[in-house]
């Protein structure tokens, strides 16, 4: 399904006016963004992603769902989600990480701004 997330985040991100090195940017933070869900200890079963976009930037929203319980001493990897965040921070104008009670992860909003010069394109 990977796949065509990244097909959408292109598609959304091309109809707002971004290159293709933006569009390959975006598309590589909700990668990782997902991975983060997906991989963490405990993990989730379903995925939510949802794109939301105005004249001023494109957010996409990744949320973990349906989570699994945490066997015993099963923790959260903190020095991979510091990882992802800096990766994150590095790609998008703004990352927002959201925590569970147990220090997992439950949902993660990235940002990207559209130039001023594109800005009449949307």
């Not at 390959?24 to 997906?38: G, P, S, T, Y």
């Not at 996409?60 to 945490?70: F, K, N, Y």
């Amino acid at each position: 399904m990977m796949l065509i997330i990244r097909m959408t985040t292109s598609g959304v991100m091309s109809r707002v006016g971004f290159t293709l090195d933006e569009m390959d940017d975006m598309k590589m933070a909700v990668d990782e963004a997902c991975n983060l869900m997906l991989l963490q200890k405990p993990g989730c079963d379903m995925l939510y992603i949802w794109y939301t976009y105005d004249d001023t930037a494109v957010s996409v929203h990744v949320e973990g769902r349906d989570i699994q319980e945490a066997t015993d001493g099963e923790k959260p990897d903190a020095n991979m989600q510091e990882v992802i965040r800096c990766i994150l921070e590095s790609i998008v104008d703004e990352v927002s990480i959201t925590p569970r009670k147990d220090g997992s992860t439950e949902s993660v909003c990235l940002k990207k701004y559209i130039p001023n010069t594109r800005r009449s394109a949307v």
